[in-house]
């Protein structure tokens, strides 16, 4: 029974490139959540989705990030034109319902040069 | 709007020492509290939670009481090992009637470094 599963588990990309970080939920999870962690930090949250529909995205920066959860394969969030600030740990996590607990992925790393 | 604040690290123990973690919380209602703990390198393993006033949640010797009059969500565990050093995050979710139920809130994390 495979856990939350992210790719790449390290990213590295150039100021100005595109960074796509996935994620697969567990099996039977249709709730999906992103997570960002600045070095010694703790997690933030960034966007809720079910499939096909965000439900809540109160803590995506307004420009340059998105996320997707399309109904078949996995869910995706994507940063545009990265800058250095954006160089952070990404959880994904999933749950069953949105009031059961969350269960995380390893992360990705995301470095920006 | 909610927050958890917990004790600053590192905390630093001798194995088989008793530890204890503050956190203490802000929100409206009755949330959920929860305590996630996180390997090097790994991803966030939730370790126990509480859904409700006086509940106590417990896992693996780690034990945490939900206390509301005290706003509080300690974490203790009366012996710790070696294996124990991670860093510990205490956490919360708003009460599933708000329009913010499912997004979790954490605090800043507590290394815990355990000896020999």
């Known amino acids: 029974n495979a856990g939350v599963m992210q790719n790449p588990r390290h990213l590295v990309r150039r100021r100005g490139q595109e960074a796509r970080l996935r994620c697969s939920p567990m099996?039977?999870?249709?709730?999906v959540y992103w997570y960002r962690q600045l070095p010694e930090e703790g997690l933030k949250f960034m966007v809720y989705?079910?499939?096909?529909?965000?439900?809540?995205e109160s803590g995506m920066p307004k420009e340059r990030f998105s996320a997707e959860f399309p109904k078949e394969g996995p869910s995706i969030l994507r940063i545009q034109q990265v800058v250095r600030g954006d160089s952070a740990a990404y959880f994904c996590?999933?749950?069953?319902?949105?009031?059961?607990?969350?269960?995380f992925g390893d992360g990705t790393r995301l470095s920006i040069l | 709007g909610n927050s958890v604040t917990q004790m600053e690290g590192p905390v630093t123990l001798s194995e088989e020492a008793f530890l204890t973690i503050n956190c203490t919380y802000t929100?409206?209602?009755?949330?959920?509290l929860f305590w996630y703990v996180q390997y090097p390198g790994e991803g966030l393993q939730l370790l126990l939670k509480?859904?409700?006033?006086?509940d106590k949640g417990s896992n693996k010797g780690f034990e945490a009481t939900y206390r509301k009059e005290t706003t509080s969500f300690h974490l203790e565990k009366g012996s710790v090992q070696v294996s124990d050093s991670a860093v510990y995050f205490c956490?919360?979710?708003?009460?599933?009637?708000?329009?913010?139920?499912?997004?979790?809130?954490f605090g800043t994390g507590t290394r815990l470094q355990v000896t020999l």
């Open positions: 996590a999933s749950s069953p319902q949105s009031n059961q607990p969350q269960h």
């Open positions: 099996k039977g999870h249709s709730h």
């Open positions: 989705l079910q499939k096909e529909n965000i439900i809540d």
């Open positions: 929100a409206t209602g009755y949330p959920s």
């Open positions: 509480a859904t409700k006033a006086d």
């Open positions: 956490a919360l979710r708003d009460p599933i009637n708000t329009g913010t139920a499912s997004k979790l809130t």
